[in-house]
C-alpha cells in the first residue's frame, strides 16, 4: 500500500526506496529480524548449557583411564545434538503449559513456530545417533538408548515420579557415551555416571517446582545431596587400570620375558632412575588428590547457597537461581570425577568450561 510507506512517504517512488536503503532503516530492520530469531533459538535451546556438556564424555573418558582422542569428540559432538533435541523437544511438549506458566518462552510468544521445534529435535536427534555411530559401536549402543529416553522424558515421563530418574538416567548415559567410544568400555566409568546421574535427579527434583513455588524439603534434599556427593567425590580412590595412574612396576615374569638388560647403567645409577620415577609418580597423585578436593569445593560452593536460599525461601525466582546454579555446578562436578581418576589435564580442560558457560548464562537463562 503506497500511503503510509514508512520508507518512501506517499509516493512510493524509486528515490524514496533509495532514501531507506541509503538511511539504512531496510537493511536495520532485517538485521533486528535475525537478531531476533536467533536469540528466540538461543532461549529455545538454552545455549548457554551446552557447556556442562562435553564434561560428560571427557569424564567418562578419564574413568576409563585413557586419554580423550578422535572418537571421544564424536561423541561430544553426539552428545551436544542429542541435549539440544531434548531442548527443543521439551518446549514443544509444554507449549501449553509454558503458555500459561510462562508466557515469554519461544514458542507461546510465538517468536519460534511449534513445527520448527519438533523438526529441529528430530533433525538433531539423527545428527547425534549418526555421530555416534561413527565413534563406533558400543558409543552407538549407549546413544540410541539415552536419545530414547531423552524422548521418553520429554513426551510422557516428565510430568510423572518417574521424571526426575529418567533425566539422571541419560546423564549417567552420557558419560558412558564417551567411555564406550573412547575405549569401548563402560564398566570402569559406572561409578562415575552414577554420581552424576544422582546430582541430575537433585536438580531435576527442584526443577519441577521453579514454575510456581513449592516445599523447601526439595531444595533441602538437593543441598544434602550436595553434601553427600562431594564426600563422596573427594574420597582418595585407587588409580585406574591403565592411562593416568602411576606406573607399574616390573615384575620378576615380565623382566624374564624382556631377557637380559643391556649394561648401560649400574645399579646406583638404576635405583636413582627408579627413586625418580616413585617420585614423580607420587607427586603426580598427590596434585590429583589436591585439585580433587580443590574442584569438589568449587561444586559444593557453586550449588550450596542458592539451593539454601530456595530452601528459607521456595519462590519461583529463588528456585529458578537454584536450579541454574545446579546445572552450572555440572561442570565442576564432572571435573572433580575426572581429576579422581588421575585425569588431571582433562580436568582442568573440564573446569575452564565454566566461566565460559556463567557468561553466557547472563545473556541467555539456561532454565
Not at 58 to 63: I, N, R, Y
Request: glycine share 12%.
Amino acid at each position: 500500500m503506497v500511503t503510509g510507506n514508512p520508507v518512501g512517504g506517499a509516493s512510493g517512488s524509486d528515490g524514496g526506496v533509495a532514501s531507506g536503503v541509503a538511511d539504512g532503516t531496510a537493511p536495520c530492520s532485517c538485521a533486528g529480524r535475525r537478531s531476533r530469531r536467533s536469540r528466540a533459538w538461543a532461549e529455545l535451546l538454552r545455549l548457554p548449557a551446552l557447556f556442562s556438556v562435553p564434561g560428560d564424555a571427557l569424564a567418562g573418558a578419564a574413568a576409563t583411564g585413557s586419554a580423550p582422542g578422535s572418537r571421544t569428540l564424536l561423541a561430544i559432538g553426539s552428545s551436544l545434538c542429542l541435549y539440544e533435541a531434548g531442548m527443543a523437544l521439551n518446549d514443544w511438549a509444554d507449549r501449553d503449559i509454558d503458555a500459561v506458566e510462562r508466557p515469554h518462552r519461544p514458542l507461546p510468544s510465538g517468536r519460534v513456530r511449534p513445527a520448527a521445534a519438533l523438526t529441529a529435535a528430530c533433525a538433531l536427534t539423527g545428527a547425534g545417533l549418526a555421530l555416534a555411530a561413527r565413534a563406533g559401536r558400543p558409543a552407538l549402543a549407549v546413544a540410541a538408548p539415552l536419545a530414547a529416553t531423552v524422548w521418553a522424558y520429554d513426551l510422557g515421563l516428565k510430568h510423572t515420579p518417574a521424571g526426575p530418574v529418567a533425566m539422571g538416567a541419560a546423564r549417567g548415559l552420557d558419560l558412558l557415551l564417551g567411555a564406550a567410544a573412547t575405549t569401548g568400555r563402560v564398566r570402569p566409568a559406572l561409578p562415575s555416571a552414577a554420581l552424576l546421574g544422582t546430582h541430575t535427579l537433585a536438580v531435576t527434583t527442584v526443577s519441577r517446582q521453579e514454575a510456581r513455588g513449592g516445599s523447601p524439603l526439595t531444595p533441602l534434599a538437593a543441598l544434602a545431596t550436595t553434601a553427600l556427593l562431594t564426600r563422596q567425590v573427594t574420597r582418595r580412590s585407587a588409580p585406574p587400570a591403565r592411562g593416568h595412574g602411576a606406573p607399574a612396576k616390573d615384575t620378576g615374569t615380565a623382566s624374564a620375558l624382556m631377557g637380559p638388560r643391556r649394561p648401560t647403567r649400574n645399579s646406583g645409577q638404576e635405583s636413582a632412575a627408579d627413586s625418580g620415577q616413585e617420585f614423580a609418580a607420587d607427586s603426580g597423585q598427590e596434585f590429583a588428590a589436591l585439585l580433587t578436593t580443590a574442584l569438589g569445593a568449587a561444586y559444593a560452593g557453586t550449588a550450596a547457597r542458592p539451593y539454601f536460599h530456595a530452601a528459607l525461601n521456595p519462590s519461583p525466582p529463588l528456585t529458578q537461581r537454584a536450579v541454574g546454579a545446579g546445572i552450572r555446578a555440572t561442570i565442576p562436578l564432572q571435573a572433580t570425577l575426572a581429576a579422581r581418576s588421575r585425569g588431571t589435564a582433562t580436568a582442568l580442560l573440564i573446569a575452564a568450561l565454566a566461566p565460559l558457560g556463567a557468561r553466557f548464562a547472563k545473556k541467555v537463562s539456561v532454565t
